[in-house]
């Protein structure tokens, strides 16, 4: 499952590169609509106010995979000077319980999160699909400018809170089995290789 390492850089680069055309698309959308052109009535006809609502979503969406990424690869912030300081086996059973604790929390958020997603529209979609009785079900709530059901747009939190989570777990378990946590290095770059001579000699 190698796709798995990459998992979040995946669709991060996605969300944001949707999130960049939209923009893109609105605002030379905006403009051109003000010019004075044989294409100024079609333009007109064009509703685009959605894009807003529709990158903000996706930002949203960028953040909780975002933060699963912080865990697999430790660019989370985080105090750990007095751990440190600390005898080696001490200092393992210290950072394994945080690990562990931030495995359980966001896996508590995970849970709480596709309960709330359920209840919000989804058990009345999926219900609704596969022909079954929904006059007992509420059918939610929509997003103002899409129209979507919002339990699609929060879906970020059980999906995002369960990547974390298994982040977490990874983490824990590496660290079990080598003593190390990841280390996010600012001056590396991916793909540059420091044993290529013509990397080092530039």
Same mark, same amino acid.
């Given at each position: 499952?190698? &796709?798995?390492?990459?998992?979040?850089? *995946?669709?991060?680069?996605?969300?944001?590169?949707? @999130?960049t055309?939209l923009?893109?698309?609105?605002?030379?959308?905006?403009?051109?609509?003000?010019? %004075?052109?044989?294409? +100024? !009535?079609w333009?007109?006809?064009?509703?685009?106010? &959605?894009?807003? $609502?529709?990158?903000?979503?996706? /930002?949203? &969406?960028? @953040?909780?995979?975002?933060?699963?990424?912080?865990?697999?690869?430790?660019?989370?912030v985080?105090? !750990?000077v007095?751990? %440190? +300081?600390?005898?080696?086996? %001490?200092r393992?059973?210290?950072?394994l /319980?945080?690990?562990?604790?931030g495995?359980?929390?966001?896996?508590?958020?995970?849970?709480?999160?596709?309960?709330?997603?359920w $209840? %919000?529209? @989804?058990?009345?979609?999926i219900?609704?699909?596969?022909?079954?009785?929904?006059?007992?079900?509420?059918?939610?709530?929509?997003?103002?400018?899409l129209? *979507?059901?919002? &339990?699609?747009?929060? =879906?970020?939190?059980?999906?995002?809170?369960?990547l974390?989570? /298994?982040?977490?777990? +990874?983490?824990? *378990?590496? /660290? =079990?089995?080598?003593? $190390?946590?990841?280390?996010?290095?600012?001056?590396?770059?991916?793909?540059?290789?420091?044993? !290529?001579p013509?990397?080092?000699?530039?």
């Amino acid at each position: 499952m190698k &796709w798995l390492d990459h998992l979040e850089e *995946w669709l991060i680069a996605a969300l944001m590169g949707l @999130a960049t055309i939209l923009t893109f698309i609105a605002v030379v959308h905006r403009y051109a609509v003000g010019f %004075n052109s044989p294409l +100024q !009535d079609w333009l007109l006809q064009i509703d685009l106010s &959605w894009t807003q $609502e529709a990158t903000i979503y996706l /930002f949203v &969406w960028m @953040a909780k995979f975002g933060a699963a990424y912080g865990v697999r690869t430790g660019i989370h912030v985080g105090v !750990d000077v007095l751990i %440190n +300081q600390l005898a080696p086996q %001490n200092r393992k059973k210290v950072v394994l /319980f945080g690990l562990l604790a931030g495995a359980l929390f966001t896996g508590v958020i995970a849970t709480m999160g596709a309960r709330f997603v359920w $209840e %919000n529209g @989804a058990h009345y979609a999926i219900f609704n699909k596969l022909g079954m009785d929904v006059s007992d079900l509420i059918e939610g709530p929509t997003t103002p400018d899409l129209e *979507w059901p919002t &339990w699609v747009v929060y =879906l970020a939190i059980p999906l995002g809170s369960s990547l974390m989570c /298994f982040r977490f777990l +990874q983490v824990a *378990w590496n /660290f =079990l089995r080598t003593g $190390e946590l990841p280390h996010h290095d600012h001056g590396h770059v991916e793909g540059l290789d420091d044993s !290529d001579p013509a990397n080092a000699s530039a």
